[in-house]
């Protein structure tokens, strides 16, 4: 897992029903693309995966997008063709976050004196 000072773009997308996130290498390269369709998506993208936070905006929890889901809002189950939709139509978001969140091991139990 990553640690601290990471930079992370990802491509948000309001739906009518949800909201989609594409996670992306990074800014100019989803600009380039745009100007450059022969890119392939590959090098777009970081991993070929949809995500939906159930319209509760980019930041939220993600849970992978069910071919059903897309369906619905794209008319296609086809991720390589959600994702150019997405990518498309998104807007482009840029974080960095500066330490891990959450449980660091959850293996070592409430550490109490026994």
């Given at each position: 897992m990553t640690r601290g000072n990471v930079h992370q773009a990802k491509v948000h997308y309001q739906g009518k029903d949800e909201d989609f996130v594409i996670f992306v290498d990074d800014v100019q390269a989803v600009q380039n693309w745009k100007d450059d369709r022969s890119i392939p998506l590959a090098q777009v993208?970081?991993?070929f995966k949809i995500f939906v936070t159930h319209?509760?905006?980019a930041q939220n929890a993600?849970?992978?997008a069910s071919k059903q889901v897309l369906e619905n809002e794209f008319g296609s189950h086809n991720e390589d063709e959600?994702?150019?939709k997405i990518l498309e139509?998104?807007?482009l978001q840029e974080t960095e976050s500066g330490q891990r969140q959450g449980p660091k091991n959850d293996s070592m139990g409430p550490?109490?004196?026994h």
């Open positions: 993208v970081n991993g319209k509760h905006g993600h849970d992978e959600c994702m150019i139509g998104g807007s550490r109490q004196a």
